[in-house]
């Protein structure tokens, strides 16, 4: 019988210890990361850097935003990797005549010491600050020496897809 009264009162106590410990924990594994707002404002800034160089018209300051290794995947054409690839891009950009795009981030997600994966909306303009289009990203950013960089770029427009000629 004292058995039996010691297990009405232990088990009773193990397992509000177990529920208690499996919601600390819970809430833990939901926390953003307390790196976050760093990874969040570095990222801040290298897009700001990437919409003064087409303000600019400086192909230099664009590539810096992006790792040695990294490539841009517009919708609708082959990827475009490497500083020569990127520079295409960037004088096809700006001979459209983009001079500034706006990033607005969404989200971060999959955060790594090494890996961020950005989600958002940009906006371009023109020399005379009116909008050229909006869109959509996804961008894959590695940590360097330097800092946060734009490894994978991915990103398409918001506008309808052009009517299929008769």
């Not at 590539?63 to 919708?75: E, S």
């Not at 360097?144 to 398409?156: I, K, L, V």
Request: proline letters at 4%.
């Amino acid at each position: 019988m004292k058995i039996l009264n010691k297990t009405i009162f232990v088990l009773p106590a193990i397992l509000l210890f177990i529920l208690i410990n499996f919601k600390s924990y819970a809430v833990t594994s939901r926390q953003k990361p307390h790196y976050t707002d760093t990874i969040k404002n570095n990222i801040s800034e290298v897009n700001k850097r990437y919409g003064e160089a087409f303000s600019k018209g400086d192909s230099s300051l664009f590539i810096n935003c992006y790792t040695p290794d990294a490539c841009v995947m517009a919708a609708n054409i082959p990827a475009l990797c490497e500083k020569g690839g990127l520079l295409r891009f960037f004088k096809f950009a700006y001979k459209s005549g983009i001079r500034n795009i706006v990033f607005t981030t969404a989200g971060l997600y999959g955060q790594t010491a090494d890996y961020v994966t950005e989600q958002g909306n940009y906006e371009m303009f023109n020399s005379e600050n009116q909008s050229l289009g909006k869109g959509k990203y996804l961008v894959l950013w590695k940590k360097t020496a330097e800092g946060w960089r734009m490894y994978r770029d991915m990103f398409n427009s918001d506008a309808p897809p052009a009517k299929p000629s008769k």
